[in-house]
């Protein structure tokens, strides 16, 4: 038998052991968690104005969100390792199903919070839970091409989520949003208990478990790494707006252009992340890193100019759509013993650097205009992709 022979042998082999129907049920239990996710953003106004509170309190439902999803990864990565994770992964869809159905009958304000706080729960137990699930259901040589599926449905949430619900909310209300939102979980879950196989409990996490992976470089590297280029991309796509407003001066219209071009870009950057990280996640990593402080340089210094702006502003969402399938490929390889508690370190890190992000972010809009944020972009993710090439391969365990 030819080398060729023998290698066409083995991907077979591999692709029929791949459990793909179980993935895509993944999928789209992401899309249903990410549509939730975004939901409100989108209905802002009639909800605050039919709950008689402010933009800003309603605003605090996506912060709730946030805050409870970077607790909670962690938190059910420890709690449920002893058990069935199929039946945790069925538990926490039901729960998004719960909050969406909260949301839709809420009537005042915390009400609407606690449906938010299930939300997270159900959000950060997934996203720790992902990449160690993809890792049991296909090859380990197949997990890129797992994740890239899994979040193509955060792509077309990205894409898919803000203007139909909006225009949903427009015709039907808001509250008829969330009851949309419960259908595409519930197919979710359908699609879960149909695909998913039984998962008995791998990695039998504690908390010395999270101060055991800090020890290796190779974890320490791509956290540093998510630090740097989520904060980066989070200080300045909190603040693009008005960037795209006061410098090249674009309308409404073109500004929505604009971020539509984003987020289509977001999802073929998704698909080629996938395809960079099943060879290299490194090389995923720093192709994702220095097209992401390209496209905030060309901003920063030719951003006037409409037509680079908005060219840029399209690279910059294909850049950071290829960014997480390298990050959750590189730090899953670097810990396969204890891949759950690996994604609840992601999680961890991401949640952190979202907020800070944010925060920073608006510092620098205040002190230094719309160039703050987008320059601060472009120095953090460059030290980004730094970082990863310096980053030498080790073994899993080293």
């Known amino acids: 038998m030819t080398d060729s022979t023998a290698a066409s042998a083995d991907a ?9 129907p179980a993935i895509v049920s993944l999928s789209l239990g992401v899309f249903a968690l990410v549509t939730a996710e975004f939901l409100p953003a989108s209905i802002l106004t009639p909800m605050a104005r039919d709950l008689s509170i402010s933009n800003g309190l309603a605003g605090q439902a996506v912060t709730a969100t946030a805050v409870v999803g970077a607790i909670a990864g962690p938190a059910i990565v420890v709690g449920t390792s002893q058990f069935d994770r199929r039946l945790i992964l069925w538990l926490l869809t039901c729960l998004l199903i719960v909050s969406n159905t909260l949301a839709a009958l809420a009537s005042n304000l915390p009400v609407l919070l606690f449906s938010r706080i299930l939300l997270g729960i159900s959000l950060g137990g997934f996203w720790a839970m992902s990449a160690a699930l993809a890792l049991r259901l296909v090859p380990p040589a ?9 979040f193509t449905g955060v792509s077309l949430a990205t894409v898919c989520a803000a203007p139909v619900g909006a225009w949903i909310g427009d015709r039907w209300g808001w509250r008829a949003a969330f009851v949309v939102a419960d259908v595409v979980a519930l197919v979710a879950l359908a699609a879960q208990l149909v695909t998913v196989p039984r998962l008995p409990p791998a990695d039998k996490a504690t908390l010395s478990t999270f101060f055991l992976l800090l020890q290796r470089p190779r974890v320490r590297s ?3 790494i998510v630090a740097l280029v989520v904060s980066a991309h989070f200080a300045a796509f909190t603040y693009v707006r008005p960037f795209l407003e006061q410098v090249p001066r674009m309308d409404v219209d073109t500004i929505s252009l604009a971020l539509l071009a984003y987020g289509i870009g977001g999802f073929f950057g998704n698909l080629v992340g996938g395809f960079l990280a099943e060879r290299s996640e490194r090389t995923a990593v720093v192709f994702a890193s220095a097209l992401i402080a390209v496209s905030a340089l060309v901003l920063v210094l030719l951003g006037v100019s ?8 399209a690279l910059w969402g294909f850049a950071f759509g290829a960014l997480p399938v390298g990050v959750q490929t590189w730090i899953t390889r670097a810990a396969q013993d204890h891949a759950e508690s690996a ?3 992601l999680l961890t890190a991401f949640q952190i650097a979202i907020a800070s992000g944010a925060v920073l972010g608006g510092f620098l809009v205040d002190g230094f205009g719309p160039h703050g944020p987008i320059g601060y972009c472009a120095i953090a993710a460059g030290l980004a992709c730094l970082v990863a090439l310096a980053s030498v391969r080790r073994p899993v365990l080293a």
């Open 343 to 345: 994604g609840g370190l």
């Open 306 to 313: 409409m037509g680079l702006s908005g060219t840029a502003t």
């Open 142 to 150: 197949l997990m890129p091409r797992a994740m890239a599926i899994i």
């Open 222 to 224: 791509v956290l540093i």
């Open 12 to 20: 077979a082999v591999e692709t029929a052991a791949a459990a793909w």
